[in-house]
């Protein structure tokens, strides 16, 4: 894949994931201490509370998506002005041009990729 391309394709995901993250930390977006201010316990169904702390929870999981994705596309920027962009970070081989093309942040081939999400311990 040619450099320009690349880090257009790398720029246009960061857009694309500060976007996200702009969402998701949106101001206009209460906190869970925010939200369960008016909430007792006393006078509120527990389902209230529930619902609360798991749409806040969601949001943390999803925040913490988008940052390691952007983390990702760094790295691949760095590596892509060290002339190493699009190879796997485990057996040194080109990434397919196709695979940058969907993930470009992407640090493994296929089989590395795969075989990382399947030893990533389980929370």
């Known amino acids: 894949m040619e450099d320009d391309k690349a880090r257009q394709l790398l720029n246009d995901e960061r857009t694309r994931l500060e976007g996200l993250r702009k969402r998701i930390d949106d101001p ?66 080109p990434i397919p041009d196709e695979r940058l093309e969907a993930v470009p942040g992407a640090r493994y081939c296929v089989e590395h990729q795969a075989q990382q999400e399947r030893t990533v311990p389980a929370e």
């Open 28 to 93: 206009g977006v209460e906190t869970q201490e925010d939200s369960l201010s008016e909430l007792t316990t006393a006078d509120q169904h527990p389902a209230d509370v529930g619902s609360e702390t798991f749409e806040r929870t969601k949001n943390l999981s999803l925040q913490e998506d988008v940052d390691g994705r952007l983390a990702d596309v760094d790295r691949a920027l760095e590596k892509l002005d060290a002339g190493t962009f699009g190879t796997c970070e485990t057996c040194g081989n």
